[in-house]
């Protein structure tokens, strides 16, 4: 079993920045995947970043703005977000793979956090 918990959403101004933190326990491995996914209200929940030791890829949408990093001691993940757009505002979820394989699909994570608000204002 394992738990994730996100943290540092907010309410931020257009092109200003915001941190997210995910915090891992339980059966937590450095070899599985971990990932970002957003969901605005009306919207199907989509892909923003992940992280694994095959790389890190991003949404098109949130290339060379925000940025996905980790730290295994600390079982967390993180996602840096810069320049944000109103278009940014959803609950971001953290979620993890049971399984090294990098994917943008939300069916292929098997654990996921509760999920962070960020409201990003024009």
């Known amino acids: 079993q394992v738990q994730l918990v996100e943290s540092g959403g907010g309410l931020v101004q257009a092109g200003g920045s915001l941190r997210l933190s995910c915090a891992a326990s339980?059966?937590?491995?450095?070899?599985?995947?971990m990932g970002w996914f957003r969901q605005a209200p009306g919207m199907e929940r989509e892909f923003v970043a992940a992280?694994?030791?095959?790389?890190?890829p991003y949404a098109d949408s949130v290339k060379g703005r925000f940025t996905i990093s980790r730290d295994n001691a600390r079982n967390a993940v993180y996602l840096q977000m810069n320049s944000l757009k109103p278009e940014d505002t959803a609950v971001y979820y953290c979620?993890?793979?049971?399984?090294?394989?990098?994917?943008?699909?939300?069916?292929?994570?098997?654990?996921w956090g509760q999920g962070t608000q960020v409201t990003v204002s024009s």
């Open positions: 339980g059966r937590t491995s450095s070899t599985y995947v």
């Open positions: 979620a993890l793979s049971l399984t090294d394989y990098m994917s943008a699909y939300a069916n292929d994570y098997d654990y």
């Open positions: 992280i694994s030791w095959r790389g890190t």
